[in-house]
C-alpha cells in the first residue's frame, strides 16, 4: 500500500502501475470535501516519490465517481472574504495540477457520475476512460457559481471553446456517447473493463505509441485561436448565452468572460484567473440563494427517505376523473412504472383522459426522449374503467374530479366503499379543507391531500395534505407514491389553500387592488417578469383560468375573511362575469392566439380595458418599486403566517414549496429568505408603509419581534 486514508488509498496493481481509489468513509458517495482534498494532496506527494511507477489509474469504489464538491461547506466558505475563497481555490488547484504533473502517464476510469469537482479531477489526468451508462459535467452554473477547481482552463482547451461554453454554461449532465464525440473523453466501454482499458492506454504510453505529454501540454497551453477567431467565439457566445440565461442569472456570462481572460494564458496563470472570478460570484446573492435551494432540497430528499420507511407499496394506483389533470395524473404514475386504473363516468372522459396520455407521450417520442415502443408499454400502464370492478386490488386512490366540496364528498365515500380497508384515499383538490373532506368517510385515518400542480408533468411539487385524523402510514405512503412519480413532495398542514394556495391569492389580491388603484395590468405583468416571475400575475390568471381564479379566491376569502375578501367587484370577477376565463377560451386579461408552431400566443386586448372601466378608480404611475412592494409584501407575510400556524414544518419547505409550485424566482431563494436578504427590520418598515391598504400588508407580531432582536429565518 502506497497510502491509505480515510477518503482515498493508493496500491501498485501491476506492471509499476498504481491506482488511486477514491471512496470516502461514511457516505454514500464520492465528494470533495476538506478531507478528501488533504488527502489526495498526501496521496500525490507519496505517488510522487515513489520510485519505479509506471502509470496512474483513477478509480472509484462507489456507484458514482464523484459527485462533486461537498455543498454543505459552500456556505460557511462563501460567507468569508474574496481574498480566502481565492486563496482557497488555489490551494485545491495546486493539488489537481500536482496530478496533472506526475512523472508518468496517468487515466482516469469513470463509472456512475463524475459532476463538478468530480469531473475536474477527471480533466486533469491524461486520459479518461467511461462506463457506457456514466455521465459528466460541470453543473456550478446551477449554484450561480462555475467551475474553480480547472475546469473552465482544462476543459476550454481539450474540447474547444464552443463545446466547453456549451457544457459550462448550460450546466448539462452529458452521456458517454457525447463526451466521447468532442473528446471529452478517449474511450467508452463496458464498466467492468474499465480498469483493463486504463491499464492498455498507460502500456501503449510507456511502448511510445500514445504521446501522453504532448497531449498534457497542449492542456496546460493557451487556447488555440488567433485574436480575430478568439474574439468572434467569445463575443458571439456572450451574447447568446446572455440572452438565454437573463440578468438575474450572472454565472454563465460571468464563466465566458473568464474563459476569455485565460484564452492566451498558460495553465497556473490561467487557473488564477479562474480562481478571481469564481470567487467574485460566489459572493454573490444569487449563489447564496441558489447554494440555500440546493441544500433545502438536499433536505426534502432526506425527509421524503424518513416517511419512506413506514410506507405500504404502492403495486397499483387510481385516479377519479379522466380530464386534463385526471388523465396527467395516469399518465405520470404510467410513466414512471406504476400501474394505474383511470375512471370516470362517461366514455367521453375516459377518452380524454387517454388523448392527453398520449399526446405527452407523442410529445416524448418528438423530442427523441423515448422510442415509439415505449409508448405501448406505458399506455398499457393505464387501464380505463367506468366501474369500480378492480379496485379492491388498488393501493392508493387519488381522486382528480371538479373542484366542488359536494361532488368529492360523495365521490370520496363511494370509493371509500370500493376498496379495500388498508387502501390510502388521497383528493387532488387545491383549496377545499381536508378535514372537511374527511367528515363522512368511515376510514379518516386513510385519506389525506394529494394537490398536484398543473400541467402535472412539468411541476415538480405535490403537497401532500395532513388532516387532524391522517394516520402517518396514509402520510408515508402518499409521499413515497408522489416521490415514486418522479415529484418532490412537501407534507403541510390543513388549512384553505394549504400552503401554495393561501400564499398566492394574497398575490393575487396585492395585484387586483392595485389595478384598482389604476395601475396597468400589462406594466405591472411587465414589472413582475423583471423581477424574476416566469409571468406577470394578469397572465398567470389567465393561464390558471380565470373560473378556478374566482372560484379558489372565495375559499380562501371565506377562510381568512379579514385579509383575503374583497368589497365590491374585483378585475378578477370582470373578466369572470365577460366569460373571459383565459387561456381555456382564448379571452382573458390578454387574447390568446395559435402561433406558427400551432402554440397560444398571447396578444394585447384593448377590449380589456374597457370592461376593466368600472373597476378602477383613477390613473397612476405607480414605481417599479410600489409595484413590487404591493405584490410582494402579502406574499411573504403569508408565508410566515403559514410558517407561524404550523402549515408547514420549517423555513425550507415553505421556499421550496413556492419555488416548486408558482415558480418564485429561484434565485432569490423564496420568500422567508427574500424577507433575510431585504433584512426582517428593513421588511417590517416597509410593510409599516403600506399598512393602509389594509391586514394583507401588516406584519406579525412575532415577526416584529424577529426585526426588534435581529433574528433571521434562515441562520
Known amino acids: 500500500m502506497i497510502y491509505e486514508g480515510k477518503a482515498i488509498t493508493v496500491k501498485e496493481i501491476e506492471g509499476g502501475i498504481a491506482q488511486l481509489n477514491f471512496d470516502l468513509q461514511g457516505e454514500s458517495v464520492n465528494k470533495f470535501n476538506r478531507l478528501t482534498i488533504e488527502e489526495l494532496r498526501a496521496a500525490t506527494d507519496k505517488l510522487e516519490a515513489e520510485k519505479g511507477l509506471k502509470g496512474l489509474v483513477v478509480t472509484s469504489s462507489k456507484d458514482s465517481f464523484i459527485v462533486g464538491a461537498d455543498i454543505n461547506e459552500f456556505t460557511e466558505l462563501f460567507a468569508g472574504p474574496e481574498e480566502d475563497l481565492v486563496a482557497n481555490n488555489l490551494k485545491a488547484n495546486e493539488v489537481f495540477s500536482a496530478i496533472e504533473d506526475l512523472p508518468f502517464p496517468t487515466v482516469t476510469a469513470i463509472n456512475g457520475m463524475a459532476l463538478g469537482g468530480g469531473f475536474e479531477m477527471c480533466l486533469a489526468t491524461d486520459y479518461r476512460v467511461m462506463d457506457k451508462t456514466a455521465k459528466v459535467g460541470l453543473p456550478e452554473v446551477k449554484l450561480g457559481i462555475f467551475p474553480g477547481f480547472g475546469g473552465t482552463v482544462r476543459l476550454s482547451r481539450l474540447v474547444g471553446v464552443d463545446y466547453a461554453v456549451e457544457w459550462i454554461c448550460g450546466g448539462t449532465e452529458n452521456r ?21 482499458a486504463a491499464i492498455g492506454i498507460i502500456n501503449q ?26 474574439m468572434m467565439a467569445f463575443e458571439i457566445s456572450k451574447a447568446y448565452v446572455a440572452g438565454q440565461a437573463g440578468k438575474n442569472y450572472p454565472a454563465p456570462v460571468e464563466a465566458i468572460k473568464v474563459m476569455q481572460k485565460h484564452a492566451g494564458l498558460t495553465r497556473d496563470k490561467a487557473i488564477e484567473v479562474e480562481a478571481k472570478g469564481f470567487a467574485k460570484m460566489a459572493k454573490t446573492n444569487v449563489a447564496a440563494c441558489l447554494v440555500g435551494l440546493f441544500l433545502n432540497d438536499q433536505e426534502l430528499k432526506k425527509k421524503a427517505k424518513a416517511w419512506g420507511k413506514e410506507a405500504n407499496d404502492v403495486k397499483l394506483a387510481a385516479v377519479l376523473g379522466a380530464g386534463i389533470m385526471g388523465g396527467g395524473v395516469a399518465f405520470q404514475s404510467a410513466l414512471k412504472g406504476t400501474p394505474i386504473l383511470m375512471k370516470d363516468i362517461n366514455q367521453d372522459g375516459i377518452a380524454l383522459g387517454l388523448k392527453e396520455a ?85 376510514r379518516p385515518e386513510n385519506f389525506c391531500g394529494m394537490h398536484f400542480f398543473n400541467p402535472v408533468h412539468m411541476m415538480p411539487l405535490v403537497e401532500v395534505i395532513r388532516g387532524e385524523k391522517t394516520s402517518d402510514r396514509a402520510i408515508a405512503t402518499t409521499v413515497a407514491y408522489a416521490k415514486a412519480m418522479g415529484k418532490t413532495p412537501i407534507v403541510v398542514n ?48 389567465d393561464v390558471v383560468g380565470m373560473d378556478t381564479g374566482k372560484h379558489a379566491g372565495e375559499v380562501m376569502a371565506e377562510g381568512f375573511p379579514d385579509r383575503m375578501k374583497h368589497e365590491g367587484t374585483t378585475a378578477i370577477d370582470v373578466m369572470y362575469d365577460n366569460n373571459r376565463y ?13 402561433d406558427r408552431k400551432g ?34 409584501l402579502p406574499l ?37 429568505r427574500y424577507i433575510d436578504d431585504m433584512g426582517v427590520d428593513k421588511f417590517v418598515e416597509l410593510a409599516d408603509k403600506f399598512a393602509d391598504l389594509g391586514p394583507l400588508y401588516h406584519p406579525t407580531e412575532k415577526l416584529r419581534e424577529m426585526a426588534k432582536t435581529g433574528e433571521k429565518f434562515f441562520g
Open 176 to 196: 458517454a456517447d457525447k463526451a466521447l464525440n468532442i473528446g471529452a473523453v478517449d474511450a467508452v466501454l463496458e464498466g467492468e473493463k474499465l480498469v483493463e
Open 205 to 230: 504510453c510507456n511502448a511510445g505509441k500514445l504521446d501522453y505529454k504532448a497531449r498534457r501540454e497542449e492542456k496546460k497551453g493557451k487556447i488555440k485561436l488567433n485574436a480575430m477567431e478568439s
Open 358 to 442: 398520449k399526446k405527452l407521450l407523442t410529445k416524448r417520442i418528438d423530442k427523441g426522449k423515448m422510442k415509439p415502443d415505449q409508448m405501448a408499454d406505458v399506455l398499457n400502464n393505464i387501464t380505463p374503467t367506468l366501474n369500480y370492478g378492480d379496485f379492491k386490488n388498488v393501493d392508493l386512490v387519488v381522486e382528480a374530479v371538479v373542484e366542488n366540496a359536494k361532488v368529492k364528498d360523495a365521490v370520496l365515500r363511494e370509493t371509500e366503499e370500493s376498496v379495500r380497508e388498508d387502501t390510502i384515499l388521497t383528493s387532488n383538490t387545491s383549496t377545499i379543507s381536508i378535514n372537511k373532506l374527511a367528515a363522512n368517510l368511515k
Open 494 to 541: 390543513d388549512c384553505p389553500g394549504f400552503l401554495v394556495n393561501r400564499v398566492l391569492f394574497p398575490y393575487f389580491g396585492g395585484f387586483v387592488n392595485l389595478v384598482r388603484d389604476g395601475a396597468d395590468f400589462q406594466h405591472v405583468d411587465k414589472v413582475m417578469e423583471k423581477f424574476g416571475w416566469p409571468m406577470g400575475p394578469a397572465y398567470l390568471l
Open 582 to 594: 383565459g387561456q381555456k377560451n382564448d379571452k382573458g386579461f390578454y387574447k390568446y392566439e395559435l
Open 599 to 632: 402554440k397560444q400566443k398571447k396578444v394585447v386586448d384593448e377590449e380589456t380595458y374597457k370592461l376593466l372601466e368600472p373597476v378602477v378608480q383613477g390613473k397612476n404611475d405607480f414605481s417599479d418599486d410600489d409595484i413590487i412592494a404591493r405584490m410582494m
Open 636 to 672: 411573504c407575510l403569508e408565508t410566515v403566517r403559514c410558517l407561524e400556524d404550523g402549515i408547514v414544518e420549517d423555513p425550507a419547505d415553505a421556499d421550496m414549496g413556492l419555488i416548486f409550485g408558482i415558480g418564485f424566482p429561484p434565485f432569490r431563494g423564496g420568500a422567508l
